[in-house]
Antibody
C-alpha cells in the first residue's frame, strides 16, 4: 500500500520560504506514469492545487503561484519537496502531497494528469511573525 | 481557469436515505483524448481527502458501491444510495482536463 508523509516547518515568518518534504513508501517515486503533487487547504476552506512534478523532473505549477513555487524530486531518498517563497498569512494552510495518475504524451511532451489516488495526512503550516 | 460549482453547499440527510451532489463546470471537461477527467473526493472531519470516483463514474479501490458517479460534458452528479454515519464529511469534485487543476467549493453531508 502506497503511503505518503509530509514533513517540514510548521511555522514560517512572513516573507520567508516555506519548505516541505513528502516521503513516499510502498512504491518507487521513479515509477512511470505517475507524477507527484502538492495541494493545500486554508483552515475551514476548500482545496487549491499547487503543482506537480513528473518523475523525469518536468514541473507543472498553478499559474496563481508559479512565481513563488519550486517542486523538486530526490529519487535516492524516494521523496519530493515543495518550496514556496515570500510567504504571507494567506499561505497559512494544511499542505497535502498526493500521487497523480496520468500519462506522458510523447507527441506533445506534456504530462496529462487524471486524478489523485493517494494522499498524505497533511501538515499545517502557519505563517506568522 | 475552469470554475467548478457544486450544489448544494450543505445536505442534511437521514441515515439510510439517498443523497445527491451536483457539480457543474464552466467549460466542457471532455479532453481531446476522449476521457473526461472529473473525479470526486471525500474529506471526513479531520482527515485528508480520499479519492472516491475518477473519470466520472469509476469507483476507486475499496470504495463502497453505494457511491456512484454520473454525468457528461459540464454536468456531473455524485450519489450515495443509502447514507451511513461514516459518510459524514465534505465532498469535492475536481477537474484535471484543463490546466490548471481546479476543485469545486465542496458540499457538506451531515446527518439530520
Amino acid at each position: 500500500q502506497l503511503q505518503l508523509q509530509e514533513s517540514g516547518s510548521g511555522l514560517v515568518k512572513p516573507s520567508q520560504t516555506l519548505s516541505l518534504t513528502c516521503a513516499v513508501s510502498g512504491g518507487s517515486i521513479s515509477s512511470g506514469g505517475y507524477s507527484w503533487s502538492w495541494i493545500r487547504q486554508p483552515p475551514g476552506k476548500g482545496l487549491e492545487w499547487i503543482g506537480y512534478i513528473y518523475h523525469s523532473g518536468s514541473t507543472y505549477y498553478n499559474p496563481s503561484l508559479k512565481s513563488r513555487v519550486t517542486i523538486s524530486v530526490d529519487r535516492s531518498k524516494n521523496q519530493f519537496s515543495l518550496k514556496l517563497s515570500s510567504v504571507t498569512a494567506a499561505d497559512t494552510a494544511v499542505y497535502y502531497c498526493a500521487r497523480v495518475i496520468g500519462y506522458y504524451d510523447i507527441l506533445t511532451g506534456y504530462y496529462q494528469s487524471g486524478y489523485f489516488d493517494y494522499w498524505g495526512q497533511g501538515t499545517l503550516v502557519t505563517v506568522s511573525s | 481557469d475552469i470554475v467548478m460549482t457544486q450544489t448544494p453547499l450543505s445536505s442534511p440527510v437521514t441515515l439510510g436515505q439517498p443523497a445527491s451532489i451536483s457539480c457543474r463546470s464552466s467549460q466542457s471537461l471532455v479532453h481531446s483524448d476522449g476521457n473526461t477527467y472529473l473525479s470526486w473526493l471525500q474529506q471526513r472531519p479531520g482527515q485528508p481527502p480520499r479519492l472516491l470516483i475518477y473519470k466520472i463514474s469509476n469507483r476507486f479501490s475499496g470504495v463502497p458501491d453505494r457511491f456512484s458517479g454520473s454525468g457528461a460534458g459540464t454536468d456531473f452528479t455524485l450519489k450515495i444510495s443509502r447514507v451511513e454515519a461514516e459518510d459524514v464529511g465534505v465532498y469535492y469534485c475536481m477537474q484535471a482536463t484543463q490546466f490548471p487543476i481546479t476543485f469545486g467549493g465542496g458540499t457538506k453531508v451531515e446527518i439530520k
